[in-house]
């Protein structure tokens, strides 16, 4: 027996509004800092202006695949579309990665050259911390939203936008440590930024492999199993299989009634089976085996 889980449309219309809403700011930041970038010839700017045209790129990736995972079931995609945002996921480390070795590039070079045409003054600092005071209110929105519609896509861009903030912090403390006479902060902080993509794309990579190889959703078993084992007319059960895909769970179990009761009263006790899990995880869907348990008596 199973249940409809897919997600719904107002899931749907948040997502699309918090990733349309993302990559507009993701532009208008990008092209601030890569000005900023260019006047200043800073690494570190150059550096998180980069940063935030990868964060507007994979916004894009996630607004794409958010629209293409909410399609329902096809005949070739029997269950769903829902890990397109893990692909999304995946692209996204990539995205990173190569960005990370062209800053750590890039800072062995100035590294080894012996002066550096440095124009840094306040007006970059300035617009480093209206960009924090932004960055800030989009990270946290981002990961807001995230939480509230369960989207693998849109937690990989909330994770984006978290590691921009602290950029921001540590580019604003570079800016200021070279205007006061410490030429090298640039590039330090610089590698400080590439030093955060990579770590992030080591954490998002983690997520990803475990929804691409269909690990089971830690803790996840245990809650479905006490709360089943909680409805009336269940004696047991056991063969529960639960994996990811997106924002969306599929699970498949044995469940285990009197043998005696009637066809009708299984159906209701699977009934209410759905609805108490469906109660914990809204995007599960559930595929249930009734098996008859026979007493000695």
């Not at 199973?2 to 699309?16: A, D, I, L």
């Not at 932004?134 to 994770?159: C, D, H, N, V, Y």
């Not at 299989?241 to 969306?248: D, K, V």
Request: negative net charge; glycine residues 6%.
């Amino acid at each position: 027996m199973t249940t409809k889980g897919f997600v719904s449309s107002e899931n749907y219309r948040k997502r699309m509004r918090i990733a349309m809403i993302s990559v507009i700011a993701a532009v208008v930041i990008a092209i601030v800092k890569f000005i900023t970038a260019y006047l200043t010839n800073s690494l570190a700017m150059y550096a998180e202006s980069g940063h935030s045209a990868v964060d507007g790129i994979a916004v894009l990736v996630a607004f794409i695949a958010i629209r293409h995972a909410s399609k329902p079931p096809d005949l070739d995609h029997q269950y769903g579309h829902a890990k397109i945002e893990s692909v999304a996921a995946l692209f996204e480390i990539f995205l990173l990665l190569g960005f990370a070795s062209l800053i750590l590039y890039n800072a062995v070079i100035r590294f080894m050259a012996e002066t550096v045409d440095l124009r840094i003054g306040w007006p970059a600092i300035a617009v480093m911390c209206g960009s924090l005071c932004i960055e800030g209110w989009r990270a946290f929105s981002m990961k807001k939203a995230a939480k509230q519609t369960g989207s693998e896509a849109l937690e990989a861009s909330s994770l984006h936008f978290m590691t921009d903030f602290l950029d921001s912090i540590a580019v604003i403390i570079g800016l200021v440590a070279t205007t006061m006479g410490y030429p090298k902060a640039d590039i330090f902080a610089a590698l400080f930024v590439a030093g955060i993509i990579l770590m992030l794309a080591y954490n998002l990579s983690k997520d990803v492999v475990s929804s691409l190889t269909d690990r089971a959703p830690a803790g996840v078993t245990e809650k479905v199993e006490e709360t089943v084992s909680s409805v009336d007319g269940v004696i047991g059960i056991h063969a529960i299989r639960i994996r990811c895909a997106g924002s969306q769970m599929f699970m498949e179990m044995h469940v285990e009634m009197d043998a005696k009761l009637d066809l009708v009263r299984v159906h209701d006790i699977l009934d209410e089976i759905e609805r108490s899990v469906h109660a914990l995880y809204p995007t599960m869907h559930i595929a249930t085996h009734p098996e008859p348990k026979r007493s000695d008596a």
